[in-house]
């Protein structure tokens, strides 16, 4: 596609359920990004790949979070036993290299009930 | 760790004029990429424009542009003739290697008519 794809739109769960966040990037890039942002707030890092290996996960929160990226393009971001605290919107971006400017998708709106 | 501090919560400008919004960031590395990203209501982050540490010539983008200045840490955005459709909140953000990049808060931008 043309850009950086996030399904779904909105995702509404309870509390202490399992949830799935998907992210295409646009094709050719080799990184993929993840970020969250509570509201009011400016994005920040969870996790991002370099093809299919998470080069960096320290900005995830805790170990209820995990993101894959299997075949080095499409990610799933996973939280487990939600929280409410967890409510936010999960951003993924893309880029050709480590280096090169991010371009974002449209978000994933989480609320956890 | 960087920081990236953005002083103004809101702005406001009448359209056709020209506004600056503000930005300041902490590092002690010499190598590294700023950003300005606009996040309109619809979520979707655009990137707007891109500074390069090591180059000493402002950014500019059509009717964006940054002042650069290194040794104060400063990097703030002027928008010359707004457009209601600048409306939006702006961030301000940070990238050096590996390749994760560190938001502001955000300021505010409303484009009157």
């Known amino acids: 596609g043309a850009g950086v794809s996030q399904t779904p739109s909105n995702k509404v769960t309870e509390k202490g359920k399992y949830v799935e966040l998907r992210c295409d990037p646009i094709s050719g890039h080799t990184a993929l990004y993840w970020y969250r942002q509570s509201l009011g707030q400016g994005p920040e890092f969870l996790i991002y790949?370099?093809?299919?290996?998470?080069?960096?996960d320290s900005g995830l929160p805790n170990d209820r979070f995990f993101a894959v990226r299997p075949e080095g393009s499409v990610s799933t971001l996973k939280i487990q036993r939600t929280e409410r605290g967890d409510s936010a919107v999960y951003l993924c971006?893309?880029?050709?290299?480590?280096?090169?400017?991010?371009?974002f998708g449209p978000g994933t709106r989480l609320t956890v009930l | 760790a960087q920081t990236v501090t953005q002083s103004q919560p809101e702005m406001s400008v009448q359209e056709a004029e020209t506004v600056t919004l503000s930005c300041t960031y902490d590092?002690?590395?010499?190598?590294?990429?700023l950003f300005w990203y606009k996040q309109p209501p619809s979520r979707q982050m655009i990137l707007v424009i891109r500074q390069e540490a090591y180059k000493q010539q402002n950014a500019t983008e059509n009717r964006f542009s940054v002042n650069f200045q290194k040794a104060a840490k400063s990097f703030s955005l002027k928008i010359s003739d707004s457009q209601l459709g600048d409306t939006a909140m702006y961030f301000c953000a940070f990238m050096s290697t590996p390749s994760k990049l560190v938001f502001g808060a955000g300021t505010i931008l409303r484009v009157k008519s």
């Open positions: 590092t002690s590395e010499s190598n590294y990429y």
């Open positions: 971006a893309s880029s050709r290299s480590l280096g090169d400017t991010q371009y």
């Open positions: 790949f370099q093809g299919t290996g998470a080069a960096d």
